[in-house]
């Protein structure tokens, strides 16, 4: 048996390179219609289309009959590398960025829909330039979508295994990948559509209305504001709160939805976790909120749930500077950004499946205490939950916590203080953006040391394929026939 298919994999990257290549041409209208260059664009989809003919020449006719999960755990992860050290060049090749960790940076943060940014001022940048940088988001919330939709029929692999990769809570809601793909991109598309009138109805201009519609249904946040969302009315605040949410919802329920199975939805655990988790958390802001200051009601209200829902959802738009709210309020944003959406949305961090999932062992664990011969298992959605899937599980969550620790040791050797560092990590993993200290919602990340940036860059890319699949590749099993 072989380790891997080098063609198949050669493959799956040569037709990334053509998707990607497309997507540079996305930004020409921008550039044509407010009078901008189009090069960067332009030589960026050359150089792109170059390489992605080169390898298509390379891997030839060859037929690909089997696809294993070291094929695919390879694939995912050198996709989103490739992806995002392409998604470099219109920053480099317009000038609006000089160095290459910068630029990586950013076309991390874009892809993986984090949101950190190091541009000071994005406000004096050219429109295609903003534009790329959210639909890079756009593009990075729906990736595993169009990695199923066009590389595995056109290479007539069949199976779930490249589209469940990002998970290893998965399920299986279709027994064609393809048809998957397919109403997911629609439900995708009709969220962001729906957004993008309902904020052109308010004070945006279409421009912005489209880039924050972006950033919000891939749960990504760049603005083209440097102050995020603060200086938008009010109706647009609720608006961007309300797709946050719905954005951090799981796919799957939507489907469910979609095909009118709301049996299913009412029994799906996850969504009412992660909905009463926005409550509770919400009320709390609020209530520390109008608490400790003079704020109306209404305003706390909105201040803190907006807040809750952003870093939720991994989201990481900003109605207002929570490093100026309570210590108390503070800390409670801290603890959100291990929290993570549904599974099967757009967000980063753990995610609410796996959490409720943690509790429920504790629970037995408290059962097994009381009652030593009691069989208890993991019920989860009404179905019992495999040994296999609970070990992996706890095993994801440690090996979470485990590499935000570690991160945080190998992000403060480099300069940046504990408090930094620490927020940075987790936000970089959980692909937020904004953290604690001098990376704070107001602030950016254009200070930090580049191996810093590099280090984060990496989490990031790491947090968005889930950690695991990175993991695997550099295990001596992974390696071994």
């Not at 037709?15 to 664009?41: G, K, M, W």
Request: hydrophobic residues 50%; proline residues 3%.
């Amino acid at each position: 048996m072989k380790l891997i298919n080098p063609l198949l994999i050669l493959r799956i990257l040569s037709t990334i390179l053509f998707l990607e290549t497309v997507t540079f041409l996305f930004c020409l209208p921008v550039a044509i219609i407010y009078e901008e260059s189009p090069d960067p664009f332009i030589w960026s989809a050359a150089i792109s289309f170059l390489l992605a003919a080169i390898l298509r020449f390379i891997t030839g006719d060859t037929g690909f009959d089997k696809f294993s999960n070291r094929d695919g755990y390879l694939a995912v992860t050198l996709s989103w590398l490739i992806f995002t050290i392409l998604g470099t060049l219109p920053y480099i090749l317009s000038g609006t960025i000089t160095g290459f960790i910068d630029a990586f940076f950013e076309s991390s943060s874009g892809f993986t829909t984090t949101g950190a940014t190091i541009f000071i001022d994005v406000e004096i940048l050219p429109y295609s330039i903003l534009f790329w940088r959210s639909l890079t988001h756009w593009l990075g919330g729906i990736g595993i979508i169009l990695l199923v939709i066009i590389i595995l029929p056109s290479m007539k692999i069949t199976g779930y295994q490249l589209f469940s990769l990002e998970s290893s809570l998965k399920e299986k809601i279709h027994p064609k990948t393809k048809s998957i793909g397919y109403r997911i991109l629609f439900i995708y598309l009709g969220l962001t559509l729906a957004e993008v009138i309902l904020l052109y109805m308010g004070e945006m201009t279409l421009f912005e209305s489209v880039c924050h519609s972006f950033g919000t249904v891939a749960t990504g946040g760049f603005s083209t504001k440097n102050t995020s969302i603060v200086r938008y009315s009010e109706y647009s605040q609720y608006i961007v709160m309300i797709f946050m949410f719905l954005a951090g919802v799981s796919q799957v329920v939507y489907y469910y939805i979609f095909k009118r199975n709301f049996n299913k939805v009412r029994k799906n655990e996850e969504l009412w976790f992660y909905i009463a988790i926005a409550l509770i958390a919400g009320s709390l802001a609020t209530m520390i909120l109008h608490i400790n200051s003079d704020r109306p009601l209404e305003e706390s209200f909105r201040i803190g749930f907006f807040q809750v829902i952003s870093i939720l959802t991994c989201t990481g738009f900003a109605s207002y500077d929570y490093l100026l709210w309570p210590s108390t309020a503070i800390m409670l944003i801290f603890l959100l950004m291990f929290a993570g959406g549904s599974t099967g949305s757009t967000s980063g961090g753990i995610k609410m499946a796996r959490h409720l999932i943690v509790i429920k062992n504790i629970k037995n664990a408290f059962i097994k205490l009381n009652h030593p011969n009691a069989l208890s298992g993991i019920i989860f959605n009404g179905k019992l939950i495999s040994e296999k899937i609970n070990i992996s599980v706890m095993s994801y969550i440690v090996l979470y916590l485990f590499t935000f620790v570690a991160g945080t040791l190998l992000v403060v050797l480099t300069g940046p203080d504990v408090v930094t560092s620490a927020s940075a990590v987790v936000s970089s993993m959980g692909n937020i953006g904004p953290g604690l200290g001098s990376i704070g919602p107001m602030n950016n990340y254009a200070h930090i040391p580049y191996l810093t940036k590099l280090i984060l860059s990496l989490l990031m890319i790491m947090g968005r394929v889930e950690i695991m699949t990175v993991f695997v590749l550099f295990t001596r099993t992974f390696w071994k026939v």
